[in-house]
């Protein structure tokens, strides 16, 4: 019996979506323009206000949170993480990726292009 073929490795392995919270609005959209502007994201999706349930210091705490889902490549990684974490007001951010497993090859061939700094 024959299988389902596997997909062959696409560009998809390389592009990262990054997941942060902040705590007003205004925030979000100031982190999302500025990691678009900075070429570091290819483009940035705000979703709120969520609900967020956490332990900090000791304390639960339940509080208002703002996430940005940004679009990345793996070579831009590290250098969106800085940024983030310098331009970011939490203690300890939370900056999460995760491998985009498949997607649309013209829009991830975009992400890619994106991100890709200008040469001058």
């Given amino acids: ?39 570091l994201a290819a483009c940035a999706q705000i979703s709120g206000p969520v609900t967020s349930v956490y332990r900090w210091e000791g304390v639960l705490e339940t509080g208002q949170e703002w996430q940005v889902l940004l679009k ?31 997607g649309a090859g013209a829009y991830l061939s975009w992400v890619a292009a994106e991100v890709t700094p200008a040469v001058e």
Wanted: aromatic share 4%; proline share 6%; net charge negative.
């Fill in 1 to 39: 019996m024959g299988g389902v073929p596997k997909p062959e490795p696409s560009e998809s392995s390389s592009v990262l979506t990054v997941l942060t919270t902040v705590d007003t609005a205004e925030k979000a959209q100031a982190l999302a323009r500025g990691a678009v502007e900075a070429r």
């Fill in 72 to 102: 990345t490549t793996r070579a831009r990684y590290a250098d969106l993480e800085s940024w983030l974490t310098e331009h970011h007001d939490y203690e300890t951010p939370e900056i999460i990726a995760t491998r985009v497993e498949r």
